[in-house]
């Protein structure tokens, strides 16, 4: 059956999704070895993405140090993904980028090649596809969310990628909604439209990745990609043991495929609880990005009850694709002129603040934190919906990310405690689900910049992201407090792939800055 149909294992480039790409090179060893002696040729090691992010592990990046370590076995054709959008995002000519990330001693380990395109950047990507061909590279497309192409769309996908070399069009359910009558339906019309060879990605939100990657095989289909355990983003793919024993049928590699799953796999399995779930299940039907249900699992600031809301309201946005900061400028003018009707300075000046984040070391020390708030007449600023301490000890609910106020609407729904946030910046939508009528709103501006260096003024602040550590700080630095407190800001393990930004924005914070803040917990942001 291999003969027929190509595999691409893809087991740490969206198994990454899960442990922030921090596959031990042992296991990646191993795993490799594995996939030579069941004869699949083709392995996608990881991303090879534009961006510096040191939290991130070795196979986002898949430098060069990380191939020469790992000791390819010669029938193996190892390949990255690269997403489109950092090229079109990047300030610097196509071909410039491709010389400066790809060298020629790069391109020497190397055998493939695949961007992850949504439709349109297809076009942006020409030349780059030309010089990577042009330099022996096998190239794939990996055309996303195919459930939401429109025939005409179809068709000039394919009369654009018709005159290029590429080996092989990949079409990615990226919302894992296609039952497989639509997953035929698709192939079809790509197979008439056409001259490529076709692959798929399909994910498990229905546990359908297998009964889809098998109908697309019997409708033009030459590629699918799977994973072990279907280890991926969100759901999960079509499972590399799954495709073995019910199509590949050679049991001697799935024997061993099953002994590395027993030695070596299953205890991520355990660990990071891929698969899918109800809560997949909804967002696959109501079009929601899983990436968005993993986030919301993932987050220990919200139980189980809190998750149906949350999709509810997800459900009323826009949310197939998942891009925080598309969300941001289009939907909340974070990235207009700033404005702000509210300045600190007249209610903050000389006072004492205190920050609580949503750790769990709030909950753990709540009665010696309350009393410290009374010994101390401080003033409480809450960070979104910390529920850790009393409502009537907190003076002020602090709020600026639209994600975060579209996910928790409904516990803004309940409050009167009066919010802190850039409200006259947003969406005329997204202040609806503030319900400012029941509560004071104090407007303090906020605006997005492409500088990650923090300014503070009278009734805005200026940064990269929409951090509410951020904000909330620089609300008490431009009211001119006297000290900052904060408590429940635990940060994560360096190896925790929720590591997030707010590390980098202590790490990088001025030293007066830092002096006026003072840790009441433990936390892994700055050394207490």
């Known amino acids: ?51 510096k992010n040191s939290s991130k592990g070795i196979f986002a ?11 390819v076995p010669k029938k193996i054709n190892i390949g990255v993904m690269v997403n489109a959008s950092e090229f079109i995002s990047s300030p610097e000519n196509n071909i410039k980028i491709c010389k400066k990330f790809f060298p020629n001693n790069y391109l020497k380990k ?14 942006e990507l020409k030349d780059v596809f030309k010089w990577f061909e042009k330099k022996g ?6 055309i996303m969310q195919i459930s939401e192409l429109e025939l005409k769309k179809i068709q000039n996908i394919c009369k654009v990628l018709n005159k290029t070399k590429i080996k092989a069009l990949y079409l990615a359910d990226s919302l894992g909604s296609l039952l497989p009558k639509q997953t035929k339906k698709i192939f079809l019309k790509f197979k008439k439209y056409s001259t490529k060879e076709l692959g798929i990605h399909a994910h498990n939100n229905l546990k359908l990745a297998f009964k889809n990657s098998q109908i697309a095989t019997k409708n033009g289909c030459k590629w699918v990609d799977c994973t072990i355990m279907g280890m991926g983003r969100g759901p999960g793919n079509t499972l590399t043991e799954e495709f073995f024993k019910k199509i590949v049928k050679v049991k001697s590699s799935n024997k061993l495929i099953l002994n590395f799953i027993k030695k070596d796999f299953y205890k991520l399995k355990k660990k990071y609880q891929w698969g899918t779930n109800n809560f997949y299940k909804f967002a696959a039907n109501h079009k929601i990005h899983p990436t968005y249900v993993q986030k919301m699992l993932s987050d220990k600031r ?34 207009l002129s700033p404005s702000g009707k509210w300045s600190p300075k007249y209610f903050l000046k000389d006072k004492k603040v205190l920050i609580l984040g949503s750790g769990a070391s709030v909950k753990k020390r709540k009665s010696e934190i309350t009393k410290f708030i009374k010994k101390n007449n401080l003033i409480v600023m809450a960070l979104n919906t910390n529920k850790h301490i009393p409502e009537n000890e907190i003076n002020f609910r602090v709020v600026c990310h639209p994600n975060r106020i579209i996910s928790d609407s409904f516990f803004y729904k309940d409050i009167k405690t009066n919010l802190i946030t850039p409200f006259s910046m947003m969406d005329r939508n997204l202040r609806k689900l503030l319900f400012a009528n029941n509560k004071t709103i104090f407007d303090y501006g906020f605006k997005i910049s492409p500088n990650k260096k923090l300014l503070i003024k009278e009734n805005y602040c200026q940064f990269n992201l929409p951090l509410a550590i951020v904000y909330s700080i620089s609300v008490c630095l431009s009211g001119n407090v006297s000290k900052i407190f904060l408590a429940g800001f635990d940060g ?18 001025d030293k007066k800055i830092k002096n006026k803040l003072s840790f009441l917990t433990k936390s892994n942001y700055i050394k207490n």
């Open 1 to 51: 059956m291999l003969n027929k149909i190509n595999i691409i294992d893809c087991t740490l480039r969206d198994g990454g999704y899960y442990n922030n790409w921090q596959f031990d090179l042992r296991l990646a060893k191993k795993y490799l070895i594995l996939m030579n002696k069941i004869n699949i040729k083709f392995v996608e090691i990881g991303f090879r993405t534009l961006k």
């Open 492 to 509: 994560y393990k360096n190896n925790d792939p929720e590591k997030d930004d707010s590390f980098i924005f202590f790490k990088n914070l």
């Open 302 to 335: 919200y139980s189980t009850k809190d998750y149906k809301v949350i999709l509810q309201n997800l459900q009323k946005q826009d949310t197939r694709k998942f891009n925080p900061l598309k969300i941001i400028t289009e939907k909340n003018s974070y990235n």
């Open 110 to 123: 190397i055998k493939f090649i695949r961007f992850a395109c949504h439709i349109d950047e297809v076009f």
């Open 61 to 71: 990046h898949s430098d060069l140090k990380t191939l020469n370590l790992l000791k």
């Open 137 to 142: 590279l096998t190239v794939f497309v990996n």
